[in-house]
Nanobody
């Protein structure tokens, strides 16, 4: 059973930056593609970004391209999401996700493990 623990959320002003971390334990981290999803109040959870097992392939939602950067350190069993130029519409609970072997897609039912979520609030 894998465990994913997010950290790094908080309150930031518009235009600011935050870095989220997702620490994984319990499984071979390098065998999993990883990703971030988010859920804003009153909205469905949506895909944000994903990274392949070896970190060589990265996918982003159009809404965060060129502002967010996903990365993965297999030696530390940790994934990151660097968020720059934050906007109020980025306010949401951000969830870490892991999928065995294959790349995480927009389909949330592909995910094998979820973190508990971390709140990001961007004030205007």
């Amino acid at each position: 059973q894998a465990q994913l623990v997010e950290s790094g959320g908080g309150v930031v002003q518009t235009g600011g930056s935050l870095t989220l971390s997702c620490a994984a334990s319990g499984r071979t981290f390098s065998s999993y593609s990883m990703g971030w999803f988010r859920q804003a109040p009153g909205k469905e959870r949506e895909f944000v970004a994903a990274i392949s097992r070896d970190g060589g392939t990265k996918n982003y939602a159009d809404s965060v391209k060129e502002r967010f950067t996903i990365s993965k350190d297999n030696a530390k069993n940790t994934m990151y999401l660097q968020m720059n130029s934050l906007k109020p519409e980025d306010t949401a609970v951000y969830y870490c996700a892991a999928r065995f072997w294959r790349m995480i897609s927009l389909e949330q039912n592909d995910v094998n493990y979820w973190g508990q979520g971390t709140q990001v609030t961007v004030s205007s």
